[in-house]
């Protein structure tokens, strides 16, 4: 089966059901990956990737499924390759609180290998084409490889990292920096060289995740797109003015 079939397959969203028993999946291609030199694995000894090939799984699913949910048991790891999942937890009166977004490289959910259960619920925003790595596999190359440990801890590092410093944007920030710090990280999170950047988030959404009311932000966003501070069209995002941006956030707080 060809990865076309697999999407073909798989043609509604399902919630909340652990992956392995729901999802076609084909062996991973590891070592021909296109993303494999921003990904967990391109950090790691090529004999070792190669070990992947037996376990590893790929498998596409479209925007609305629940890949798993927070508390569940996390018995797999995941590499994003192609789209956008938001990561979420839940608040008392059954709101969503945003707390990560996850683009093509970013690995997510190996709560199991400290075993935990999942500390959040990852669900995608747009198609999505990812990686199944199971915990069994994790625990071989942690005992295996050297490299793969260190790999692992600099990723979890970096997610540790990019939520603390939207913890601080929340923090320290005005509306107006915070709605500037989000677009400017989303621009460099997609690389500086991308025009238009995909951005499946309503208001609401991106209010959740920037601690702001709705209105707030769409007033921002509004008052933004008149003055040609960035566009918007079909979902994406191009930045017209990141200088007057990254002048508003380095000015914050003189």
């Given at each position: ?134 915990n069994t596999l994790m625990e071989q190359l942690r005992t295996a490889d050297p490299t793969f440990t260190n790999a692992l801890l600099n990723r979890w590092r970096r997610a540790l990292n990019e939520v603390e410093t939207l913890a601080l944007d929340l923090g320290a920030r005005k509306a107006e920096e915070r709605v500037a710090s989000f677009l400017l990280h989303w621009q460099t999170k997609h690389g500086r060289q991308a025009e238009w950047l995909p951005l499946p988030l309503s208001r609401s959404e991106l ?48």
């Amino acid at each position: 089966m060809h990865n076309t079939d697999v999407a073909n397959v798989v043609e509604s969203p399902r919630q909340g059901i652990n992956p392995a028993e729901w999802i076609p999946m084909e062996p991973s291609d590891c070592e021909n990956c296109a993303i494999r030199s921003v990904a967990l694995f391109g950090e790691i000894d090529p004999q070792t990737v190669a070990q992947l090939q037996d376990q590893a799984r790929e498998f596409r699913e479209p925007a609305g499924t629940v890949l798993y949910e927070e508390g569940s048991n996390a018995d797999s790891a995941f590499t994003l390759r192609e789209g956008i999942i938001k990561l979420v937890r839940n608040q008392p009166g059954g709101r969503e609180q945003i707390v990560r977004l996850l683009v093509g490289g970013d690995f997510f959910g190996a709560e199991g290998l400290f075993g935990d259960g999942h500390h959040h619920s990852a669900i995608a925003l747009t198609p999505v084409f990812l990686c199944r790595l199971p915990n069994t596999l994790m625990e071989q190359l942690r005992t295996a490889d050297p490299t793969f440990t260190n790999a692992l801890l600099n990723r979890w590092r970096r997610a540790l990292n990019e939520v603390e410093t939207l913890a601080l944007d929340l923090g320290a920030r005005k509306a107006e920096e915070r709605v500037a710090s989000f677009l400017l990280h989303w621009q460099t999170k997609h690389g500086r060289q991308a025009e238009w950047l995909p951005l499946p988030l309503s208001r609401s959404e991106l209010g959740d995740l920037l601690g702001l009311r709705v209105e707030t932000v769409s007033r921002v966003m509004a008052r933004w797109k008149r003055e040609r501070v960035f566009e918007e069209r079909s979902g994406h995002v191009r930045l017209l003015a990141t200088d007057e941006l990254h002048q508003l956030v380095d000015n914050a707080g003189t």
